[in-house]
């Protein structure tokens, strides 16, 4: 399953990037399931996506859980509890 993340805000920062493409092994199901495969990347993807962080996830622009589930093409993103902008 394909997906498109996108994170935002301070995660932006700390990651270099605004915006992913990811193919996602088949035990990957739920938007928290992503989270957890992007830490196994190590570094700062470890850190800023780390469970002790407080974080926010949307799923298809909608607020989400962590037990969202997943749709191939769908779009998964990541952001601090306070955005400005």
Do not use: H
């Not at 989270?35 to 780390?50: C, I, T, Y």
């Not at 949307?58 to 400005?84: I, R």
């Amino acid at each position: 399953m394909k997906i498109q993340c996108r994170f935002f805000a301070s995660v932006r920062e700390v990651l270099g990037t605004s915006a992913e493409e990811i193919e996602l092994p088949p035990e990957v199901r739920t938007v928290g399931a992503v989270r957890a495969f992007l830490r196994q990347r190590g570094g700062v993807w470890n850190e800023v996506l780390s469970d002790q962080k407080l974080l926010r996830t949307a799923y298809n622009q909608q607020m989400c859980a962590a037990d969202t589930v997943l749709t191939d093409q769908c779009e998964v993103a990541f952001f601090p509890p306070v955005t400005g902008g």
